[in-house]
């Protein structure tokens, strides 16, 4: 029973996101993106990532260049609520009459996230490049562990007392677990775009992924001190994962007077992550999927992006924009896709004013709409529906230098999932998954 608890551990960072985005994919990489929001038709500098076909229209040739400097913060809690076994009547172990109730609270934090954009226009040419980190982006915690494998444990002592001829329930000992880890993707990305005519541009590139993440869990059980003391059960877990992959990537801008319409597509990216395992306590049973060496698919979804701008006023812009993660189509652990109903679709706008020559501000929104299910939603992966609202602002510092300073904040709806077997406990039980996150950016443009 000790070595069934962390089977899930590792699923605890892989779905650990900071950012907005799909399920596994982040598309804030820019604070231009935090302030607005919808960027799918920009011909700035974070075009390279947003709608690197609209880098044709860029307004000169020349070289432009920007560093980014982003800080996330999230909570993911889980409000439990479990049935437990409180005693033996001799044929038959007694369920509780009132559910045990515990609230676990995760934190998850990237205090700096890094980018870096580049891009040099010739005439119809530009060639573009960007660093960053374009998936997970953080280190989360669950200082009290997770409700999967507490309830599990509770159960598992419960029943092993009995054949021992005991009664062992959960006011006669203490459980202590934690859970601990990090993911970042990052990746660098080169492509070409190409001005075809006065109003239409092609790009053409790719985006090379590396994954790195590491997790560390335990868990222990004793007696209470009046009873002894005794340990009843102890467990640990430490893997760390590194895994790569390519993205191949394509766009088309139209720029049509007033209105530009930018579109994109990333195609799915296979990556498997492999196993660098420090300790494991059952490498050929319960936790074999963490054994040294084993690999793990962890592909990142396709995704098509379609924006479309309007310049209203020569200091008046607006865009709106819709993104599709085919989420169903990408490999994770245990074929987990199949469980989702459909793949992520988000719904974006944004809109900004040059108040002056040298100040824009500017603000948007973006509605997430996932296709979950309880089967899909776990203690260690769990998605909740969202909308995000935005604001900031561009300060023109020279002719040649630009600041953006953006805020973004997601409000997320609860998940509740109710299961009759839970956890595998055979009891019934409940949780509500619920989400917060923030994150501030600023960056420094130049063209030279």
């Not at 799915?268 to 054994?291: C, Q, R, V, W």
Request: charged share 20%.
């Amino acid at each position: 029973m000790r070595r069934k608890l962390l089977i899930c551990a590792s699923l605890l960072i892989v779905s650990v996101s900071t950012f907005a985005g799909g399920i596994l994919t982040n598309t804030n990489q820019h604070p231009a993106f935090l302030r607005m929001l919808s960027r799918g038709a920009t011909f700035d500098i974070d075009a390279v990532i947003s709608n690197p076909a609209g880098l044709a229209f860029m307004p000169k040739d020349g070289f432009y260049c920007s560093l980014s400097i982003q800080s996330a913060f999230q909570t993911r809690n889980i409000d439990a609520n479990y049935y437990t076994y409180t005693g033996f009547n001799g044929t038959a172990p007694i369920v509780s009459d009132q559910p045990y109730h515990k609230y676990y609270e995760g934190k998850a934090a990237a205090p700096i996230i890094p980018s870096v954009f580049g891009a040099y226009k010739k005439g119809d040419w530009v060639i573009s490049c960007y660093f960053g980190v374009t998936g997970g982006g953080g280190k989360a915690s669950f200082d009290d562990g997770l409700p999967m494998f507490e309830s599990l444990a509770m159960a598992g002592i419960f029943k092993a007392g009995l054949q021992q001829g005991k009664v062992l329930t959960q006011e006669i000992y203490d459980i202590n677990s934690a859970m601990e880890g990090k993911q970042f993707i990052y990746s660098v990305q080169l492509g070409l775009t190409y001005k075809i005519n006065e109003w239409l541009s092609a790009f053409a590139g790719g985006r090379m992924n590396y994954f790195t993440g590491g997790y560390t869990g335990y868990l222990t059980a004793n007696l209470k001190e009046s009873l002894g003391g005794s340990q009843l059960m102890n467990l640990a877990l430490d893997c760390d994962q590194t895994g790569w992959g390519l993205t191949p990537i394509i766009g088309l801008d139209a720029k049509l007077g007033r209105l530009n319409i930018g579109a994109k597509y990333e195609f799915k990216t296979n990556l498997n992550i492999e196993n660098n395992t420090k300790e494991n306590t059952d490498p050929d049973g319960a936790l074999a999927a963490f054994k040294h060496g084993v690999n793990t698919p962890s592909d990142i979804p396709s995704l098509l992006s379609v924006a479309a701008g309007y310049q209203f006023l020569p200091n008046l812009r607006a865009s709106v924009e819709y993104h599709f993660y085919d989420d169903k189509q990408a490999g994770m652990a245990n074929d987990k896709q199949k469980y989702l109903t459909k793949g992520t679709n988000e719904y974006l706008a944004g809109i900004e004013w040059d108040v002056t020559q040298r100040l824009t501000l500017s603000c948007g929104g973006q509605i997430t709409d996932y296709g979950l299910s309880d089967n899909y939603q776990s203690d260690t992966s769990f998605s909740c529906d969202s909308y995000s609202l935005g604001f900031g602002a561009k300060l023109k510092l020279t002719e040649k230098a630009d600041i953006n300073i953006g805020y973004m904040w997601t409000t997320y709806d609860d998940y509740k999932k109710v299961s009759d077997n839970y956890n595998g406990t055979g009891l019934k039980g409940s949780n509500v998954y619920s989400r917060t996150n923030k994150v501030f950016g600023m960056s420094i443009d130049y063209k030279f």
